[in-house]
C-alpha cells in the first residue's frame, strides 16, 4: 500500500547537509559529523541508510546496520534496523511504515530476518507499537541497558540506552 506523496531512497553523499539541516530544525540532534559517518559507513558496506521524503521534502530517516552493536544479534547474523526518526510534523502519515517496509526488503533478501531495539519510555510509545502491529516478537532475552542484560533487582536509568530487542522474521511467501 504505497503513498505516492511518499518516496524512499537510499542516502546519497549530497545529502548530509540537507538531513542535518531538517534535523536541527526539529530539534532531533544528529551532529553533523555523526551524518557524515553513517555516510561513509554507507559507502563502505558497513550501513544501509534510508531516507524519506513527503510532497518531495525530507521526511525522515532510518539505518540498517550489517553488524549491531547489541551483542546477541550480531553473534547471530541479525542486521539491525537502527537510529528511526520521522519529523514532528508528518508524522502519523504513514512514513514509518514505508521506511520500515523498504528496510525489511533488504534485510529480508540479504539476511532472511532483522532487528530492533526499542526505548520504554512514553516517547517511544509510537514505535512500539508500530514494531508490533509489523510483527516483531521479543528476542526473548529481557531488558537490555547499553545492550547489556538487566540483571533482576538492579537499578538502571530510564533513558535511551533501556531497551527491549525485537525480532522479525522473512514471512513465507
Known amino acids: 500500500?504505497?503513498?505516492?506523496?511518499?518516496?524512499?531512497?537510499?542516502m546519497a553523499e549530497s545529502d548530509v547537509d540537507l538531513v542535518y539541516r531538517i534535523f536541527a530544525e526539529h530539534d532531533i540532534k544528529k551532529p553533523r559529523d555523526y551524518i557524515l559517518k553513517c555516510w561513509?559507513?554507507?559507502?563502505?558496506?558497513e550501513r544501509r541508510t534510508l531516507l524519506a521524503f513527503y510532497e518531495g521534502?525530507?521526511?525522515?530517516?532510518?539505518h540498517l546496520l550489517a553488524t549491531s552493536n547489541y551483542?546477541?544479534?550480531a553473534e547471530n547474523g541479525i542486521p539491525e534496523i537502527n537510529d528511526f526518526n520521522v519529523i514532528p510534523p508528518v508524522r502519523k502519515l504513514g512514513i514509518g511504515n514505508e521506511l520500515m517496509e523498504a528496510?525489511?526488503?533488504?534485510a529480508f533478501e540479504k539476511y532472511g530476518k532483522v532487528g530492533i531495539g526499542v526505548?520504554?519510555?512514553?516517547?517511544?510509545g509510537n514505535a512500539q507499537r508500530l514494531y508490533a502491529k509489523r510483527g516483531y516478537i521479543p528476542d526473548g532475552r529481557g531488558l537490555m541497558y547499553k545492550e547489556q542484560p538487566v540483571t533482576p533487582g538492579s537499578i538502571v536509568c530510564a533513558d535511551d540506552d533501556l531497551?527491549?530487542?525485537f525480532i522479525k522474521f522473512k514471512p513465507n511467501d
Do not use: C, D, T, W
Not at 40 to 45: I, L
Not at 119 to 124: E, F, I, M, N, R
Open 40 to 45: 561513509e559507513q554507507n559507502v563502505a558496506g
Open 163 to 165: 531497551n527491549l530487542f
Open 119 to 124: 526505548g520504554l519510555y512514553q516517547s517511544y
Open 103 to 106: 528496510v525489511e526488503r533488504i
Open 57 to 62: 521534502h525530507f521526511a525522515g530517516s532510518l
Open 1 to 10: 500500500m504505497m503513498n505516492p506523496s511518499i518516496e524512499v531512497r537510499q
Open 71 to 73: 551483542p546477541y544479534f
